[in-house]
């Protein structure tokens, strides 16, 4: 069993910056490839980000160049560092671990103002 966390989101204007974090717990060393997921209503749940063990990422095409994903595999911890934010980022963002079943946080609200 895994458990992770998100923490970080919240209320940024158009062109700000936000750093969302993901800390896991549990069976840790049962973790492979992380990611973010993000959700708003009506919609169906879209990837964000994916990081391998050894750290392959990648992107979906509305965030490169914007969106960064790293881990902390000594701290259990994933992060996803979102810069020049627009309206459209604005959603549920949900972190998940591969261990090997999927787990999934409980998500953190991002709103980004024009």
């Known amino acids: 069993q895994v458990q992770l966390v998100e923490s970080g989101g919240g209320l940024v204007q158009a062109g700000g910056s936000l750093r969302l974090s993901c800390a896991a717990s549990?069976?840790?060393?049962?973790?492979?490839?992380m990611g973010w997921f993000r959700q708003t209503p009506g919609k169906q749940r879209e990837l964000v980000a994916h990081?391998?063990?050894?750290?392959?990422?990648n992107y979906a095409e509305s965030v490169k160049g914007r969106f960064a994903i790293s881990r902390d595999n000594a701290k259990a911890t994933l992060y996803l560092q979102m810069n020049s934010l627009k309206p459209e980022d604005t959603a549920v963002y949900y972190c998940?671990?591969?261990?090997?079943?999927?787990?999934w946080g409980q998500g953190t609200q991002v709103t980004v103002s024009s």
């Open positions: 990081i391998t063990s050894s750290g392959l990422t």
């Open positions: 998940y671990a591969r261990a090997p079943n999927n787990y």
């Open positions: 549990g069976s840790i060393s049962s973790i492979g490839a």
